[in-house]
């Protein structure tokens, strides 16, 4: 063929946007999606949190317009967004040590974090993402040029975290490395660091010189609470004084996905940083700039008057408590259906994973056995625990126990 995009190579669809398709296509009148990693309610329907609902309310009273917002974001949300990540009374927050842009979520404030440690750390860096990892980490940081190499993060064997493993890889490795890692509720397995394990992680990456990308993508829907699930971040920048970049998003825990609100931060380490912060900030809103222009109003009205209205803000966080509850109430019952039916194994890793996701153990074997019976999951074995809720759980303890004792 001869005209311009002729030998365009189509690309496969995103697994979980072709999982989904498949489970539109399925005509069965019980089926389960238990691929997407957004909240649904105990009916299965998605979910406005009351807090949201209420600024809602309160900005249609007073319609924040539709003007374009500065380069660096609205300056409400960058504030308040900083107080939720570093903790409101942080001496990060206040001292020239974050520069801060409001993004197009979380994917977009890892957009801006890619291009700036491009441009201004080290193109030639290696990138170091866990195995396994939200699968877009690896191909954002390709798609720019990076390499990128895995560090052991999951322990198949005891369904636990690899701690040793990871730790003695980042020791391994050149200096200077870029780490991705996941400051709560970590996608897809579910494993978190303890702070005894953060605390020895900080301590490498400071040795070494690497750059923690720190992904804040559930804060507060992992744990139900904002301080517990952000302590990771504080430790790492405040306690230990590290550099690096602090990638936050609104979407699961403001359910506000379709919006688009997050916020990309980078930390210097010292108070006498003021003209490096300066510089800083100009470049990731440059960067921004030539990306998306300016970011969006919308939703980031919403957090930010969440944020800042004492009252939406206490409803927040009981919103949080209603989210993260529910999930974990679902993985005790998965556990509780599991051994009811003596299905051969040890579940209990379900109930002390934590966040959105359980990383069940089935082999893709079962996995695809389970879509048989309409129950649709990634075939690395990984739910969305929020996927299940009172009227399917005993339908898919069942489906487990079958395909289990099958194989
Ligand atoms: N990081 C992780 C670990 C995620 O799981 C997700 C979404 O699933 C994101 C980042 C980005 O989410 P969003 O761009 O919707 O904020």
């Given at each position: 063929m001869s005209f311009a995009f002729a030998d365009t190579p189509?690309?496969?669809?995103?697994?979980?946007?072709?999982l989904k398709a498949a489970f539109d296509r399925d005509t069965a009148t019980r089926k389960l999606n238990l691929g997407p990693g957004a909240y649904?309610?105990?009916?299965?329907?998605?979910?406005?949190?009351?807090?949201?609902?209420?600024?809602?309310?309160?900005?249609?009273?007073?319609?924040?317009?539709h003007e374009y917002l500065p380069i660096l974001g609205l300056p409400a949300f960058r504030q308040a967004a900083r107080s939720i990540a570093f903790g409101g009374d942080s001496p990060l927050i206040n001292g020239p040590k974050i520069a801060t842009l409001q993004t197009i979520s979380g994917t977009g404030a890892i957009r801006i974090a890619v291009q700036f440690l491009k441009l201004f750390y080290n193109a030639?860096?290696?990138?170091?993402?866990?195995?396994?990892?939200?699968?877009?980490?690896?191909?954002?940081?390709?798609?720019?040029?990076?390499?990128?190499?895995?560090?052991?993060?999951?322990?198949?064997?005891?369904?636990?975290?690899?701690?040793?493993?990871?730790?003695?890889?980042?020791?391994?490795?050149?200096?200077?490395?870029?780490?991705?890692l996941q400051a709560c509720g970590?996608?897809?397995?579910?494993?978190?660091?303890?702070?005894?394990?953060?605390s020895q992680l900080a301590k490498v990456l400071q040795r070494k010189n690497h750059i923690p990308l720190l992904d804040n993508a559930y804060q507060g829907f992992a744990g139900g609470s904002l301080e517990d699930d952000g302590w990771s971040v504080?430790?790492?920048?405040?306690?230990?004084?590290?550099?690096g970049i602090l990638c936050q998003s609104f979407s699961k825990s403001m359910g506000l996905y379709g919006e688009r609100v997050g916020a990309v931060h980078v930390v210097l380490p010292a108070n006498d940083s003021q003209s490096v912060i300066r510089a800083v900030e100009s470049q990731i809103g440059w960067i921004s700039r030539k990306e998306i222009s300016t970011p969006v109003r919308y939703g980031a009205t919403i957090a930010s008057t969440i944020i800042t209205t004492p009252a939406l803000f206490e409803q927040w966080k009981k919103d949080l408590v209603t989210m993260s509850s529910r999930i974990k109430l679902m993985r005790e019952k998965v556990l509780q259906g599991l051994k009811a039916r003596d299905t051969p194994g040890d579940w209990s890793h379900v109930v002390t994973q934590v966040g959105m996701f359980s990383y069940t153990g089935?082999?893709?074997?079962?996995?695809?056995?389970?879509?048989?019976?309409?129950?649709?999951?990634?075939?690395?074995?990984?739910?969305?625990?929020?996927g299940l809720n009172d009227g399917n759980v005993d339908y898919f303890c069942d489906c487990v126990d079958e395909v289990v004792r099958a194989s």
């Open positions: 189509y690309e496969a669809p995103d697994a979980m946007f072709e649904l309610d105990n009916e299965g329907r998605s979910w406005i949190l009351p807090a949201v609902a209420a600024a809602e309310t309160q900005l249609q009273a007073s319609p924040p317009g030639a860096a290696t990138v170091y993402v866990s195995d396994p990892s939200w699968s877009n980490h690896r191909v954002m940081f390709e798609y720019a040029g990076f390499k990128v190499e895995d560090y052991p993060y999951y322990d198949t064997p005891t369904r636990s975290l690899a701690f040793t493993r990871m730790l003695q890889r980042m020791e391994a490795v050149e200096d200077g490395g870029i780490f991705v970590h996608n897809p397995t579910g494993c978190d660091l303890t702070h005894d394990q953060w504080r430790h790492l920048f405040s306690d230990h004084g590290l550099t089935l082999t893709e074997a079962q996995v695809l056995k389970l879509r048989e019976k309409s129950i649709y999951l990634s075939e690395t074995g990984r739910i969305s625990v929020s």
